[in-house]
């Protein structure tokens, strides 16, 4: 049974240099490695809060970007409806001028046809006048004793008298 229980010799031993390595690694490597878990435990938290801050930044641009998009969607919608709105005023007084443009060339033609026909009405009156004294003329100058004479001679006018 000796084997499988230590001796007191052995036990004290290690329960000195358990003590010992205690002492030891207590003062010189236990405060290193708690600050340095400690840093690490630090920059994880202030990558967490960088992380956070991060994501409520992105959250803030989004919605940001969102409201300058709709902001540029309605401006573009208003510009879209001022364009149909000029263009619309623009062909409706391109219609107005050039239906005034329209009556006013046809009421100076209408004013040329008139004159024209005055003109023309007046060169058929002096032409008629022309023609009835130069009848008159000849009816005068000829002594008309007789029908049959006076037959020859209208037949005799119109012959000589060329119509136009």
Do not use: H, Y
Not at 53 to 64: G, P, V
Not at 85 to 113: G, H, T, W, Y
Not at 125 to 152: G, T
């Amino acid at each position: 049974m000796e084997l499988l229980t230590p001796g007191t010799g052995l036990l004290f031993w290690q329960a000195v240099v358990f003590i010992a390595l205690f002492l030891f690694l207590a003062k010189f490597a236990w405060k290193p490695i708690l600050s340095s878990l400690k840093e690490r435990e630090e920059s994880i938290q202030q990558a967490l809060a960088s992380a956070e801050k991060a994501k409520n930044e992105m959250a803030r641009l989004q919605s940001d970007n969102e409201k300058l998009l709709r902001e540029a969607r309605e401006e573009r919608d208003r510009i879209i409806r001022e364009a149909r709105d000029a263009s619309n005023k623009l062909i409706d007084q391109a219609q107005s001028e050039a239906k005034k443009s329209a009556d006013r060339m046809l009421e100076d033609a209408k004013a040329v046809i008139q004159t024209e026909k005055q003109a023309a009405l007046r060169d058929v009156k002096a032409q008629v006048a022309m023609f009835s004294i130069e009848i008159a003329e000849k009816l005068i100058r000829k002594n008309l004793s007789s029908d049959k004479a006076q037959k020859d001679l209208v037949e005799e006018f119109i012959k000589e008298t060329k119509l136009n």
